[in-house]
């Protein structure tokens, strides 16, 4: 059997070799549903089945299933871990959800394989670096704000990050990574916005790189750069904040944010709470749709 560390280079070697292929750079974000849909020719197609984190299915083409019931972050990450097995031919898998920490840390090559290569596809060390460089930020200083919002840019969870920069990559101690997991997503959300956020809050600054879009579910908020021209078709703004202008994805859609006379702007893109169907559809606007908007 291989050892971790020989797994580990192979995913890495594999997620790098995979982004040379299909043009990637190595310090862009991506969204992981675009790239599998429209240069993999793989099919995405999210299912509300909750004892499922994802599937691979071996065909032609080959189909990867995602939960719609998870958070955003998790489900990109789980994505790309299906991705691994079509890159390392396991064949068809079926990736369950584990409710004990016990069954979800025995270890599986195949699995433990794949979990590397969607770290590394997702989140490469230079496309980290350039995130928190852009903004000001070290990584070797960062604070969980800091990495709350760059989590976001990359399309990945706030502790996937974190274990990634550890554990991965390199980029954060020991003593500092379990400092910043101890301050929760709810928790920085709340001292964002001074109150209980149950939904996700996404943070688009100046530094956001734009070459992906902002991806948001109905009922969940942003904080987008002052001044940005909305035509507020798929959002609603719901007042102003130290960082921006705070917003609410209303309806399923798409939209273009720019600033005026500048070349900077952002796609911002809405689909349905907890969408099942397949990915390329997601975002398609619905006259007819209404909301079902959790609690906030």
Not at 246 to 257: D, N, R
């Amino acid at each position: 059997m291989a050892s971790r560390i020989a797994l580990a280079r192979e995913a890495l070697r594999q997620a790098a070799a995979l982004r040379r292929r299909l043009g990637l750079n190595r310090v862009d974000p991506i969204c992981i549903y675009d790239v599998l849909e429209e240069r993999l020719g793989i099919e995405v197609k999210f299912q509300a089945i909750s004892s499922m984190e994802g599937m691979y299915v071996k065909a032609q083409p080959p189909v990867i299933f995602v939960c719609s019931e998870r958070p955003v972050g998790r489900q990109a990450y789980t994505c790309a871990h299906e991705l691994a097995h079509h890159v390392f031919d396991h064949g068809s898998k079926v990736d369950e959800y584990f409710g004990s920490e016990e069954e979800a840390n025995s270890f599986d090559p195949d699995e433990w394989l794949a979990d590397r290569f969607a770290g590394f596809f997702l989140m490469p060390a230079h496309a980290v670096e350039k995130a928190f460089h852009t903004r000001g930020w070290q990584c070797q200083t960062c604070d969980p704000f800091q990495l709350y919002v760059v989590a976001g840019n990359l399309g990945v969870g706030y502790e996937t990050l974190i274990q990634h920069m550890r554990w991965s990559l390199g980029m954060l101690t020991d003593e500092q990574s379990k400092a910043c997991a101890r301050t929760t997503p709810k928790e920085i959300r709340e001292s964002i916005l001074g109150k209980e956020l149950t939904t996700r809050l996404l943070i688009v600054d100046r530094s956001w790189d734009n070459k992906v879009a902002a991806d948001l579910q109905v009922g969940d908020k942003a904080i987008l750069p002052a001044g940005l021209l909305l035509e507020c078709s798929v959002l609603r703004v719901v007042g102003e904040h130290r960082l921006g202008t705070l917003v609410e994805a209303k309806a399923p859609g798409t939209e273009h944010a720019v600033f005026p006379d500048t070349a900077w702007g952002v796609n911002i893109r809405v689909s349905r709470r907890a969408y099942v169907g397949r990915s390329l559809f997601r975002h398609l606007e619905d006259p007819d749709y209404e909301p079902s908007i959790p609690n906030q």
